[in-house]
């Protein structure tokens, strides 16, 4: 997760986008089972993380601050395509039923103040 922060940071998105996308991550594992089992270099971990703060900049910020495909690629390094963030970003979104709502920390933390 600080890693995830520390991303969002370095691509300039809102921590409200971070949050989202922690929480969309979190809720993704919670309903795949053993998603990473053949995954021993921990490169699926990070590429539905990349995916998730792809999708959430897509879905929470207010203007087009948000991340593109290519700029995901290049901040993984070419680790991965493109196409292997679009095609990440169907299957999570298709498992989470397109359900993008979520109560995060830092909007119960804004109510309060």
């Not at 922690?22 to 995916?51: C, E, W």
């Not at 897509?58 to 196409?83: N, V």
Request: charged share 20%.
């Amino acid at each position: 997760m600080d890693w995830m922060c520390d991303l969002g940071d370095s691509i300039k998105v809102s921590q409200n986008t971070i949050h989202h996308a922690v929480a969309m991550m979190d809720t993704y594992f919670s309903i795949v089972a053993d998603p990473l089992r053949n995954d021993s270099k921990g490169k699926g971990l990070q590429l539905i993380a990349f995916t998730c703060i792809f999708f959430s900049a897509k879905f929470c910020e207010k203007d087009s601050r948000g991340p593109t495909a290519h700029d995901i690629s290049y901040l993984s390094q070419k680790m991965f395509s493109e196409k292997d963030i679009i095609k990440s970003e169907t299957l999570v979104l298709n498992t989470l039923g397109w359900n993008l709502m979520a109560a995060t920390p830092i909007e119960f933390i804004r109510i309060f103040q």
